[in-house]
């Protein structure tokens, strides 16, 4: 039975139907019914109901998804094992921020495909955080990692942040040199976030107010620059600005606490190899690129 024919099939089964498949999958949605009419007839068994909304597994089907998944898993894992250093082949499913993954991480999954020409890489830029078993990913990078979570991160490098304001923002409402004077000043922000600060040895949590909201850092930056209030953005983001004069770092008495950037991935006991080689990547980038997150990595 074909690898690529089970691993359709579990596709199939986990995005719910056809369409959403042959997305995840980067094929026709023809190939992946010819597919699935191939492994019905070599098992002799139905195993989708297709309907109007998509496809719903049968009582086989629901019993063979799991031995099929485990079985494509280890064949992966037994061709990386006897080719450890060989090259990287099939697909990769990566989840992205939006913010700063197509300027900063894009070149790193451009420099994977051209070392890896046989390797298929499928991204998706989000700031949102996504369902990795449920939508199919076989890694995500993150700004954050969720303690909580059943996921299994491994930090690649710092993400460093600071607080900005404009030269024309400053000169007409000054710049706070406080924590007590960041409530007065018009803040920036992704949401109803809560900013954090070192206080010597302490960590500090502040409650911004402002009238301007953005679901992207980016946008936050160049209304930033623009003078319409101060902003907490990452290091990576308010590079250039700084370079150029049009956003000036305040209150450096009181830093942020660093964070960090983690690659995620769904639990299991060993991570793929591709997944690996992507890690190890980004390590470098940001070893490499320690300037403009802010740190040393």
């Known amino acids: 039975m074909d690898t690529e024919d089970l691993r359709t099939f579990v596709t199939v089964a986990d995005a719910g139907g056809v369409s959403a498949a042959a997305r995840r999958l980067g094929v026709a949605k023809s190939i992946v019914s010819r597919r699935l009419l191939r492994i019905e007839a070599e098992l002799g068994v139905q195993l989708l109901a297709r309907t109007t ?6 009582e086989a089907g629901v019993t063979f998804r799991d031995h099929a998944a485990r079985a494509f898993a280890e064949i992966d894992v037994a061709r990386e094992t006897i080719t450890p250093d060989g090259e990287l082949r099939g697909r990769l499913r990566v989840a992205m921020p939006l913010t700063f993954g197509p300027t900063h991480f894009a070149p790193v999954l451009a420099d994977m495909a051209r070392q890896h020409p046989e390797l298929h890489i499928h991204t998706v830029f989000s700031d949102r955080f996504v369902d990795l078993v449920a939508d199919g990913f076989d890694c995500a990078i993150r700004g954050a990692y969720l303690a909580n979570s059943n996921l299994i991160a491994k930090r690649v490098g710092p993400i460093h942040g600071r607080l900005v304001a404009s030269p024309d923002y400053i000169a007409v409402h000054g710049a706070p040199e406080t924590l007590d004077e960041l409530p007065a000043h018009q803040a920036l922000m992704q949401g109803t976030e809560t900013w954090r600060f070192m ?29 319409l209030g101060v902003a907490w953005l990452p290091d990576c983001i308010t590079h250039d600005y700084v370079a ?30 591709k997944v690996r080689v992507l890690t190890e990547m980004l390590i470098a980038y940001f070893k490499r690129d320690a300037e403009l997150w802010g740190g040393e990595g």
């Open 199 to 227: 206080d010597g040895d302490r960590i500090v949590t502040v409650q911004p107010q402002g009238r301007f909201k953005a679901d992207s850092a980016i946008a936050l930056a160049a209304a930033a620059a623009a003078g």
């Open 53 to 58: 909304r998509g496809a719903a597994l049968t």
């Open 244 to 273: 150029a004069g049009a956003l000036v770092p305040i209150m450096r008495r009181h830093p942020a606490p660093a964070g960090a950037a983690y690659v995620v991935r769904p639990p299991g006991p060993h991570p793929s190899r």
